[in-house]
């Protein structure tokens, strides 16, 4: 079984290559903001309480995100292996889902870090808004707070990762085609 945890800040293309990653490992792919989103446009009660936050750029409080990723992955009690994107994003969420994965004989197997330059990651994520409509996309105060977000909160995972030598970093500038290779060569010489 593969676990993967595709990382990297805001507009790095997590989403992008989880689902090229998805399908060549055949792996279910979970994206907590795609979840909040989809909550979003069905206005149930979790989508109304993530818009709250998700508008202002904030992240959306550990315990409400960390029950929606437990529920997402009890959806799938068969599958070959997770990509997780946009997850976990904290300290406590990153070892809350050690204890989840662990509690089901599971582990994360790697952790695997798109590196975009923060520069051309607020033009993208401009660019991005305008054909997507994301709200979060349109505006640079919140796409900086989203930035401030992961640098102050997302940021420190990168040394809980290392210190498991589970962590991985690749260029994400590029074709998408040649970064999705750097990503599938570093899966298959570290699994
Ligand atoms: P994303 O689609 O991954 O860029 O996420 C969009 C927004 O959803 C983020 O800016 C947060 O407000 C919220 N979000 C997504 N994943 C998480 C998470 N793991 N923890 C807290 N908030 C999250």
Redesign the pocket.
């Known amino acids: 079984m593969i676990n993967l945890i595709l990382f990297g800040k805001?507009g790095s293309g997590k989403g992008t290559q989880a689902e090229f990653v998805k399908q060549k490992y055949d792996l279910v792919h979970i994206?907590?903001?795609?979840v909040?989103r989809f909550n979003i446009s069905k206005n149930t009660e979790l989508g109304e309480l993530?818009k709250s936050?998700?508008d202002k750029?904030?992240?959306?409080p550990d315990k409400v995100?960390i029950k929606m990723l437990e529920a997402e992955v009890e959806k799938f009690p068969n599958a070959n292996g997770f990509i997780f994107d946009?997850?976990?994003?904290?300290s406590t969420?990153a070892q809350i889902l050690d204890d989840f994965l662990n509690s089901k004989n599971m582990s994360i197997s790697m952790t695997i870090a798109l590196e975009v330059d923060e520069n051309l990651l607020i033009d993208r994520l401009i660019n991005r808004g305008k054909d997507s409509g994301r709200t979060?996309d349109q505006d640079k105060s919140k796409i900086q707070n989203?930035l401030d977000e992961y640098n102050k909160k997302t940021a420190p995972l990168i040394d809980y990762y290392k210190s498991q030598n589970k962590f991985f970093e690749i260029d994400g500038i590029g074709e998408i085609n040649d970064i999705s290779n750097r990503i599938f060569d570093v899966i298959d010489k570290n699994l």
């Open positions: 805001p994206s907590t903001g795609d909040f993530a936050y998700m750029g904030d992240l959306v995100t946009g997850f976990p994003r904290t969420q979060d989203r």
